[in-house]
Nanobody
Framework: QVQLVESGGGLVQAGGSLRLSCAVS????????MGWFRQAPGKEREFVAA????????YYVDSVKGRFTISRDNAKNTMYLQMNSLKPEDTAVYYC????????????????WGQGTQVTVSS
């Protein structure tokens, strides 16, 4: 298993930007495809974006495509989510986790989540 620490969330006005970071413990970070998920109040956790271990393949759900960019730095054991043109409906706790595959069926590889980072977008 790996330890996951998300950071970078905050309060921003609609149209603003935030950059989330996901620090991952262990020397095998580059082996894992990674994903971002989010959970809004009263809703189930949903998949947002994923990136392959070598960073060459990415996938985004339609609601964030063109606004969010996922990236990773394997030398720093860190993954990022650049979020631009934020909307109130992006408000959620954001989580990172290794995923089984990069694509529309991306699902968590492990059961344990980090603490997440809160993103709040005001209208």
């Amino acid at each position: 298993q790996v330890q996951l620490v998300e950071s970078g969330g905050g309060l921003v006005q609609a149209g603003g930007s935030l950059r989330l970071s996901c620090a991952v413990s262990g020397r095998t970070f580059g082996w894992y495809d990674m994903g971002w998920f989010r959970q809004a109040p009263g809703k189930e956790r949903e998949f947002v974006a994923a990136i392959s271990g070598n960073g060459r393949s990415t996938y985004y759900v339609d609601s964030v495509k063109g606004r969010f960019t996922i990236s990773r730095d394997n030398a720093k054991n860190t993954m990022y989510l650049q979020m631009n043109s934020l909307k109130p409906e992006d408000t959620a706790v954001y989580y990172c986790i290794p995923v089984v595959v990069v694509g529309p069926t991306s699902s968590p590889l492990f059961r344990s989540w980090g603490q997440g980072t809160q993103v709040t977008v005001s209208s």
